[in-house]
């Protein structure tokens, strides 16, 4: 191992461990390959950023990762029924019996009545993750922070697939087009397939919904290039195997099909945008209706209902890849998603905290993201009729006052007059308009 991934092998020790640590007891535990001068460091830098809080003095001394937001769960992330639940399917798979897909625990389900998330905790995520007014067309927020939700949802999907992408990597492909030497061709098509479905899911916000339709698009290009071309966005028809798990998904294609529409529609239903997240999250991965790419489906597509409601969206940050199979699992042979749920909020919760910072830093122009529809939709008519000039003051006033809220009509008037300003045929891209209509009109001014 290089020093950082010592160092965070560190971290990832106190993180597991409920009762804090000596430094002798770290040390043994790490192992001969670290040493007591370095550790000591680390765990300096580690207090220094409020991961590791330092417990007693001199030789009492001890080390303890500190807890997550509301301090009532252990470091692992996960609750003590949750972890009690892990040790069933911990077992040799051997002594794990063989189990099929349950479609009783499926349709006892019942939208709106059954919930995988407490009342109290649904509160808590729309408490933490709402973001926007209700007259903000769908997709507003996701738009804000566009690029931190492509990298970091690329990357944290795709390496809880075992992808070896850095993060650092993995946003100098998706901005710049830079691939890492000495990465698979497969990584790299796992990302970019990734930018892709993302791109989709935030531009089509204003009209997606959860439906079989929307889920195989996603699948599709999530899959392209990564699976047999008939596979892409099409339900599978052979069986497949879920490695280290007993459970064995439907295989007949009609099945699947039936259970993939079942899914849809039942979570169309669902009126809580988490419910629908974490219900779309739960059962995409459970079904397996594809040949490949069905976990990367079942995540894009839980962040439907947010990406829409303008909510915080849901990237999976820092949720451990072990810890997710072993959630997954859970699922598999269980039905239990207490684990899944646990991972769920503590990474939602984390990823707010994480997107507030980048909008503060980003010191965004709030004004033009919300009405940024209607802004485009007054260039397009400027350009189209031709107004300029004094005409063009008098009509951009008018309708000013007509769809922009007064408190924000200032605003809105300075963002367009920098649009026209700046206008060129690099901008015309969904206007609706043809580069002739666009110099016509710029002669005119």
């Known amino acids: 191992m290089n020093s950082l991934e010592k160092k965070t092998a560190v971290l990832k020790l106190l993180t597991s461990k409920f009762q804090p640590l000596a430094l002798s007891e770290i040390l043994f535990k790490l192992g001969d390959d670290y040493t007591e001068r370095t550790v000591r460091r680390w765990l300096s830098e580690f207090i220094q950023d409020g991961l590791v809080e330092k417990i007693g003095q001199k030789r009492a001394t001890k080390y303890q990762a500190i807890k997550t937001l509301n301090n009532s769960q252990p470091a692992s992330h996960f609750s003590m029924v949750s972890l009690s639940i892990l040790q069933q399917i911990h077992r040799p798979i051997y002594e794990r019996m063989p189990v099929a897909y349950n479609e009783k625990w499926f349709n006892s389900y019942q939208p709106n009545k059954t919930y995988y998330l407490t009342l109290d905790t649904r509160t808590k995520l729309q408490q933490a993750g709402i973001r926007a007014k209700k007259e903000d067309p769908a997709g507003t927020y996701a738009h804000q922070i566009f690029n931190r939700l492509l990298i970091d949802l690329s990357y944290n999907s795709s390496r809880l697939e075992g992808n070896t992408y850095s993060l650092l990597d993995t946003k100098r492909l998706l901005l710049e087009g830079t691939s890492a030497a000495d990465k698979l061709d497969e990584e790299k098509i796992m990302i970019l397939n990734h930018k892709e479905a993302i791109r989709y899911l935030v531009d089509s916000a204003p009209s997606i919904d959860v439906s079989t339709q929307t889920i195989c698009t996603l699948h599709y290009l999530l899959a392209d290039g990564l699976v047999e071309a008939k596979y892409a966005g099409k339900v599978r028809d052979h069986a497949v195997r879920i490695s280290g798990s007993t459970y064995m998904p439907f295989e007949d294609p009609n099945q699947l099909r039936h259970s993939l529409n079942n899914i849809a529609k039942k979570a169309a239903m669902i009126e809580d945008p988490y419910e629908q997240s974490i219900f779309l999250l739960i059962h995409l991965s459970y079904l397996q209706a594809f040949a490949d790419v069905n976990k990367r489906t079942a995540r894009l597509s839980a962040n439907i209902s947010l990406v829409t409601k303008n909510y915080v969206p849901q990237s999976f ?18 039905q239990d998603v207490r684990p899944l749920t646990d991972l769920y909020v503590f990474s939602y919760l984390r990823t707010c ?50 769809l922009i809220s007064s408190t924000e009509q200032e605003q809105f008037i300075e963002d367009l007059l920098e649009d026209i300003k700046e206008m060129d045929v690099s901008r015309i891209a969904g206007l609706g308009i043809t580069i002739e209509q666009l110099n016509h009109w710029l002669k005119s001014r």
């Open 317 to 334: 940050n820092e949720v451990e890849r072990d810890d997710y199979t072993s959630a997954m699992i859970a699922i598999y042979e269980l």
């Open 353 to 402: 905290q994480a997107y507030d910072a980048t909008i503060k830093a980003m010191g965004f122009d709030e004004v033009r993201v919300r009405y940024r529809q209607q802004r485009r939709e007054l260039l397009r008519h400027l350009i189209l009729k031709n107004i300029t000039g004094t005409a063009m003051n008098e009509y951009i006033s008018s309708q000013v006052h007509q």
